[in-house]
């Protein structure tokens, strides 16, 4: 059942802590053909720092602790995109949506021609 804070709606099983540490395992796939999994994260190349602060909270008995002494705003900034993506339903999109909207964006400018 959903329930209302604030006059935004979320839906049942809103993106949490759980579900964005469920969808770090998510396996690329082996063959380049084949497509990436629902929910799979695509991670630039991140600097140490980041990839600690992402992983800072563990869940013990029931609850998330984060680690002594480490940071987690990079986490807590990806759980709050998450829930934004959800609220406005970006987490739904397919393939056939990106398309749509990449569709709308402008050509690229044309490269001046370098002068010899």
Not at 16 to 34: D, G
Not at 88 to 110: C, D, M, S, V
Request: net charge positive.
């Amino acid at each position: 059942m959903a329930w209302k804070r604030s006059r935004v709606r979320i839906p049942p099983g809103p993106p949490n802590l759980s579900n964005t540490y469920r969808y770090f395992t998510s396996q690329h796939p082996r063959v380049e053909s084949e497509p990436f999994p629902a929910g799979y994260r695509h991670f630039p190349r991140y600097e140490e720092e980041v990839v600690r602060q992402l992983t800072a909270e563990s869940l013990v008995k029931g609850h998330w602790v984060v680690a002594p002494n480490r940071r987690n705003e990079a986490l807590d900034c990806r759980v709050y995109a998450s829930a934004a993506a959800s609220i406005y339903g970006i987490n739904r999109f397919t393939g056939k949506h990106w398309h749509e909207l990449e569709q709308l964006l402008p050509a690229p400018a044309a490269q001046p021609e370098s002068a010899a």
